[in-house]
């Protein structure tokens, strides 16, 4: 089993930052692809953006040029840079770690954009 424990949302004004964090522990070997994703109220939880062993990152249209997402393999630790914030960016942020046949989902952190 992997444990991914996320930190680093909060309440934050319309074009502020902050900086996620998740940190994985348990049966880490092996882990390739680590990520974040958002669930906004009434909405399907969605991809923001992914980054694998190697470093090869992949983004979300929406958040493209504004997020930044990074990894420190030693620290099992994902971290996802959230810049020039919009309102639309309110929602439950969840990280997730992919090995070959399972995922594992942290249990969320509330980011809201809000004046």
């Known amino acids: 089993q992997v444990q991914l424990v996320e930190s680093g949302g909060g309440l934050v004004q319309p074009g502020g930052s902050l900086r996620l964090s998740c940190a994985a522990s348990?049966?880490?070997?092996?882990?390739?692809?680590m990520g974040w994703y958002r669930q906004a109220p009434g909405k399907q939880r969605e991809l923001v953006a992914t980054?694998?062993?190697?470093?090869?990152?992949n983004y979300a249209d929406s958040v493209k040029g504004r997020f930044t997402i990074s990894r420190d393999n030693v620290k099992s630790t994902v971290y996802l840079q959230m810049n020039s914030l919009k309102p639309e960016d309110t929602a439950v942020y969840y990280c997730?770690?992919?090995?070959?046949?399972?995922?594992?989902w942290g249990q969320g952190t509330q980011v809201t954009v809000s004046s």
């Open positions: 997730n770690a992919k090995k070959q046949f399972t995922q594992y």
């Open positions: 980054i694998d062993k190697s470093g090869s990152s």
């Open positions: 348990g049966s880490i070997f092996n882990i390739n692809v």
